[in-house]
């Protein structure tokens, strides 16, 4: 014992984890030292095994990650992703406070995740959870409107993608290229060896890419023919309200369109009628795919919430969105309650919606208007139109005008009374003055509207 430090403890050789220590005795811990850890049960041990897990053994399965796949981090995701999804698709204004919350997530998974592969520090499973949850529908779509945006295609992100917003532009298509680089670059067997837990890996019958992005269709194996029409019939029931719904407006359709199927015509006809079908479309059905891929092999590993930094920051990094997507619950209740089948459930009398989901039977003002207006998707929200004027019948219009507004703030044409030109309408609330939209929607399809007396 000559040779052992007792004025600390644990017993130690003076030498011992010195730089350029070669003997034996400076290098291994001595059984005082392992003693000294008081691994005592099956748990401890285990958390010692994980500190540094072999790669030839997979005796634990997969060692935790709460960073990257704690259960507080995994919902955390999903409602980021789904409330930010909402908010694009029905108040994209709102989206501006909770954007760089949103990349600061997105970008931290990727990043780290690269960090974690250098120095090799994760597995190949946590590795390609941290790119699903990456790449989330919610990713797809902003990527998407910012390509559209920078080829100067109108889109309902203007307010976050349009002019003079080159640095979030840039900041959103680099995703896509770093992510797939990443993804490739985990996909490549030669690139094994810089993954921890290789022999883990057969878990995932060495095919993790796959067998992790066709998760919920793994959940089918082994079943019987009647689940497996049970999981897959809310599909097939999307599909028959597509084919009912394209059916119903086929005179809307093909109205002024030779084409066999305009693609972007059935799309707007089938949302601005039928806006619950667009809401399992882009936003429910996408969401519940990509969350049961990452829950599907979430089972592989062990993970556990602590309160440490990384998971506390994926939880509030959430936060923005949530709010902001809690504010829409008033619009909320009105547009559940005008949507098609809960008027067939309620015994409702249907309406005929107008472009951009604006129901209401009467307005007294612009005010008004907005503050009432339900749900919808606005695709052209932040898009300036021009307001030419012109004189209806006998009256004098004023000269040309272009007015920087919203599209949803002209009143559909079923909210003002039937006008004979050279008589005056019979509200008197309303100014005679006729006004025509120009721009992505013809005046057919618009209609003509009044303008409240100021």
């Known amino acids: 014992m000559s040779g052992l430090d007792t004025t600390t403890f644990p017993d130690r050789p003076s030498c011992f984890g010195q730089p350029g220590a070669t003997n034996m005795s400076c290098t291994v ?35 935790p990650n709460p960073d990257i796949a704690s259960p507080a981090v995994r ?47 994760l597995t190949r499973l946590h590795a390609v959870f941290a790119l699903g949850a990456a790449g989330s529908p919610l990713s797809l779509y902003l990527i998407l409107y910012a390509v559209r945006s920078s080829i100067g295609s109108a889109n309902r992100l203007e307010v976050a993608f349009g002019t003079g ?62 689940q497996i029409i049970l999981i897959v019939s809310p599909l097939f029931a999307l599909a028959i309200a597509w ?15 030779n084409k066999k199927f305009p693609y972007p015509r059935v799309w707007r006809c089938v949302v601005d009628q039928y806006p619950f079908i667009q809401f399992c479309t882009v936003i429910l059905f996408p969401s519940v795919y990509w969350i049961v891929t990452l829950e599907a092999d979430s089972r592989f590993s062990r993970e556990y919430f602590t309160p440490t930094y990384g998971q506390l920051l994926a939880i509030f990094a959430a936060v923005p969105a949530l709010v902001q997507t809690a504010l829409l619950a008033p619009r909320f209740v009105k547009w559940l309650n005008d949507l098609t089948w809960v008027r067939l459930i309620t015994m409702r009398r249907p309406v005929t919606r107008m472009p951009r989901h604006m129901s209401m039977s009467s307005v007294d003002s612009m005010h008004t208007l907005f503050e009432s ?46 006008v004979t030109p050279g008589v005056p309408p019979a509200d008197s609330h309303y100014s005679p003055k006729l006004y025509s939209v120009q721009g992505q929607h013809s005046d057919e399809e618009l209609g003509h509207v009044y303008v409240p007396k100021q």
Not at 188 to 215: E, H, K, M, T
Not at 243 to 257: P, T, V
């Open 75 to 121: 919902v955390a995701t999903y409602i980021q992703a789904v409330a930010f999804s909402i908010l694009i698709l029905y108040s994209p204004d709102d989206i501006v406070e909770t954007l760089y919350a949103q990349l600061l997530a997105t970008y931290s998974l990727i990043i780290s995740a690269i960090i974690a592969i250098a120095s090799v520090q």
């Open 373 to 418: 207006m339900p749900l919808r998707h606005e695709k052209y929200a932040s898009e300036p139109v021009s307001l030419s004027s012109a004189a209806g019948g006998t009256y004098t219009s004023p000269p040309p005008v272009t007015v920087p507004i919203s599209r949803e703030s002209v009143l559909p044409a079923s909210l003002t009374p039937a």
């Open 165 to 226: 917003k080159i640095l979030n532009r840039i900041l959103v298509l680099v995703m896509l290229p770093l992510w797939a680089a990443v993804l490739i670059f985990i996909a490549l067997p030669s690139q094994s060896w810089r993954f921890q837990q290789v022999a883990c890996d057969a878990i995932l019958q060495n095919r993790p890419i796959s067998r992790f992005y066709y998760g919920p269709f793994t959940l089918l194996m082994g079943r019987g023919v009647g």
């Open 243 to 257: 084919f009912i719904a394209i059916y119903l407006q086929r005179g809307q359709i093909w109205k002024r369109s």
């Open 29 to 63: 811990p001595s059984p005082t030292m392992i003693a000294f850890l008081n691994i005592t049960n099956a748990k401890t041990f285990t958390q010692f095994y994980c500190l540094n897990p072999p790669a030839d053994s997979c005796a634990y399965g997969y060692c």
